[in-house]
């Protein structure tokens, strides 16, 4: 990986890709070491529509990572990109905050490369 003809935008994509993998897991963390509730999907789910805020940022969520892993899928076979199934993945082991940036950090650096430059 050649860091030096890396454009800001890609820059801007690294760096939200490492802030969504360490952000969400220092809250993911705090709630398994200190949190009353121990981890189930239902806790985990039920967390996030604990009243109508929750709901609501929760509900909105879904519908745009929805969206965008269909997006994220058709753009990296348009792209000729490999390893789709790990953004997929880590999706939902890591974060979708980490796999969408890196995603479009990858998209950008293909996009450079088909371009030649």
Known sequence: MNTKSWTPLMWFYFLMSV?????????NMRQLLFGDDPFTLK???MAGLANDFTSSITTDFFIVVSAFMVWMIVEARRL????I???ILFSFLVAIAFTCPLFL???ERRIQAM???
């Open 115 to 117: 371009k030649g430059t």
């Open 105 to 107: 950090l990858n998209r």
């Open 19 to 27: 802030a969504g993998a360490c952000v969400p897991w220092y809250f």
């Open 80 to 83: 000729k990109m490999k390893g």
């Open 85 to 87: 199934g790990w953004y």
């Open 43 to 45: 806790n985990y789910l």
